[in-house]
């Protein structure tokens, strides 16, 4: 997958950040070319009365114990293509 990078991003705060990248993840898990399994990881609504986005989100990720240190490390299990 195409990451999202700094010419995809325009804010200049992290909720700005944010923001854009999950309403970009939503955009992308509506496209069915780059989400063929039709997985809804990242739900979002915007409310016009109050100004407030809210949403969810959970990524499947994988776990693994480094093993210099013993510390669990997670790293994110790609879904989307």
């Not at 013993?70 to 299990?77: C, D, K, P, Q």
């Amino acid at each position: 997958m195409a990451a999202l990078t700094g010419a995809d991003l325009k804010a200049d705060t992290a909720e700005g950040l944010a923001l854009e990248s999950l309403m970009q993840l939503q955009a992308i898990e509506r496209t069915t070319a780059r989400n063929p399994d039709n997985r809804n990881f990242v739900t979002g609504t915007y409310n016009s009365d109050t100004g407030i986005y809210s949403g969810t989100f959970s990524f499947p990720v994988a776990q693994t114990i480094d093993p210099a240190t013993g510390n669990l490390v997670l790293a994110a299990t790609p879904y989307l293509t």
